[in-house]
């Protein structure tokens, strides 16, 4: 075989449907965030990001970075193991502690990343848990996803955010039988919301576990950062909460928080946990001042929800479309990959706008989209520009302005 014209071809192919990725190189400015140096075309280009999944801008916080900086000079870069063999470092301990008091359950464990919490702990229950079914809402994650397929658990996918569909397929099953509904708070692409309390109500109807991605809310919803669950008084309902350090927190990493022994069993059982070395301590001890600061502090939340109210103001008041959410997340309809691309390229060369194209896979073909994603930072001048710049982009490219 031709391995190198395949690898090729199959590029080509992407290309060719304007969804081939190009990462944008950038250096954010730490003292300065939104800005950062766009390096892509040779000289650096000071630009605004609009796209950034820091939300609260946390991964500029002097706290944060402080943390990271002592963390540092007490006991330097790695973590020099597994955690069970020389590599769990007390900022390890104190950030699962931490973790676990921000949901009100017994214990949390650390993972390196959102998607690896996820990928591991779901297939560590799924194959462990004698016959057990999965329920998945259609929306869920690649790493979820990975999750489930690692377990070669039986799986049922229901509709999104559809409690009617998700009944029907649990009434199939015995109620004896091992059941783990799988859903999200906040949906990344889209925006929207679970309905937490009818999945509980059936959870508890059907005698299942349940296993909330809450990783678009950490940080920003609830009275002290603990999500969506916590906002809508349902964390004590759900089995697993798990979490990302890398958004809101603006460090990496990620979690799960629920009961002792759950939680000991999946330390004990999941490979994507025991066979890799631990976050560096520095991470550990920054994602712990950044919870700790958001527990205390209301006014990141208050301000970033009142830039996103903003934001969407301005965009109806321009007929830019974008689909309506109750959540922080702002997609801006393009509906064609190539136009999606030269609007965002647009956004870039001619107004200093960071806006990354979102295309398929990641969301349907059809409803390729801008993601924007205000932060507490972003100032109304900011929002005038942007506003300025996508009427200029929508009008130069002829895309379809909201009816
Ligand atoms: C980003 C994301 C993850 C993965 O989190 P990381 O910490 O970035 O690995 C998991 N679930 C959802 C829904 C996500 O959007």
New binding site residues.
Partial sequence: MDYESFFKQKLQDIKTEGRYRIFADLERCAKDFPYAYYYNEGDPRRVIVWCANDYLAMGQHEKVLNAMRGAIDRVGAGAGGTRNISGTNHYHVLLEKEIADLHDKESALIFS???VS?EASISALATHLPECVIFSDAHN?A?IIQGIRNSRTPKEIFQHNNPTHLKELLSRYPRERAKLIIF?SVY?MDGDIAPIEAFCDLAEEYKALTFI?E??AVGMYGHKGGGIAQRDKQDHRLSIIEG?L??AFGV?G?YIASSSYLVDFVRSFASGFIFTTSMPPAVAAASLASIQHLKMSQVERQRHQERVQKVKKRLTQAGIPFMPTSSHIIPILVRNAHQCKLASDQLLKEHNIYVQPINYPTVPRGTERLRITPSPVHTDQMIDDLIDALKSVWDNLYIEYAA
Avoid: A, L, P
């Fill in positions: 990343s959102g998607y996820n994650h790493s999200e990344s991605d990783v678009h990302t890398g958004k990496v990620g």
